[in-house]
């Protein structure tokens, strides 16, 4: 075999090394672009809910001081009745304005409750996507890592098998090199 048909396979084989140490080295760092993208729209959206955890709390403060304004002007409606009708403000008509106050009240903390209640939603809708960004970088770091690893170790093995192909043509005595002495690579 003429020494530079040696070099064929040698050269084949330190190529497709190469690009198989490449590719997979660009593939994890798609990999790892696309657990960066992920991690920073969780992150986003964990921004998102703690903002609406804040915007509900606040509402909540807002409709339950809206139904206590209302309750009052309920009870001045109800008395400014009582006295126009010159009827008695007290005995019965006190316990049905009594009742109405606490079911009032009644109500305002149910709605101040319900607001508590949707903004412990968003927040733990933010914690869970807070986790979900911390796992797709900790998914970026390690795909990076990989990357790297793959490069390193694909190299090896193409470098370990053009060796292996060399040596098996150099047993056989065929030397791929110059009449100078010089490898034709």
């Given at each position: 075999?003429?020494?530079?048909?040696?070099?064929?396979?040698?050269?084949?084989?330190?190529?497709?090394?190469?690009?198989?140490?490449?590719?997979?080295?660009?593939?994890?760092?798609?990999?790892?672009?696309?657990?960066?993208?992920?991690?920073?729209?969780?992150?986003?959206?964990?921004?998102?809910?703690?903002?609406?955890?804040?915007?509900?709390?606040?509402?909540?403060?807002?409709?339950?001081q809206a139904r206590r304004d209302q309750n009052r002007r309920i009870a001045g409606a109800m008395?400014?009745?009582?006295?126009?009708?010159?009827?008695?403000?007290?005995?019965?008509?006190?316990?049905?304005?009594?009742?109405?106050?606490?079911e009032g009240e009644l109500g305002a903390l149910n709605t101040r409750y319900a607001g508590i209640?949707?903004?412990?939603?968003?927040?733990?809708?933010?914690?869970?996507?807070?986790?979900?960004?911390?796992?797709?970088?900790?998914?970026?770091?390690?795909?990076?890592?990989?990357?790297?690893?793959?490069?390193?170790?694909?190299?090896?093995?193409?470098?370990?098998?053009?060796?292996?192909?060399?040596?098996?043509?150099?047993?056989?005595?065929?030397?791929?090199?110059?009449?100078?002495?010089?490898?034709?690579?």
């Amino acid at each position: 075999m003429a020494p530079a048909i040696v070099l064929i396979p040698i050269a084949l084989t330190v190529a497709a090394a190469a690009a198989s140490a490449v590719g997979g080295y660009m593939q994890a760092q798609a990999q790892a672009d696309s657990a960066d993208y992920n991690a920073q729209v969780a992150s986003n959206n964990a921004t998102i809910e703690a903002q609406n955890a804040q915007l509900a709390l606040a509402q909540s403060a807002a409709d339950t001081q809206a139904r206590r304004d209302q309750n009052r002007r309920i009870a001045g409606a109800m008395i400014a009745g009582g006295a126009k009708g010159g009827g008695n403000l007290t005995g019965s008509f006190l316990d049905v304005q009594k009742d109405s106050l606490i079911e009032g009240e009644l109500g305002a903390l149910n709605t101040r409750y319900a607001g508590i209640m949707q903004a412990r939603g968003h927040s733990v809708a933010a914690t869970n996507y807070q986790a979900q960004a911390g796992l797709a970088r900790m998914e970026a770091r390690s795909a990076r890592r990989a990357g790297t690893v793959g490069l390193v170790t694909s190299a090896i093995q193409g470098a370990s098998s053009s060796f292996s192909t060399y040596d098996r043509f150099a047993s056989r005595g065929v030397q791929p090199s110059s009449p100078g002495g010089v490898p034709n690579f």
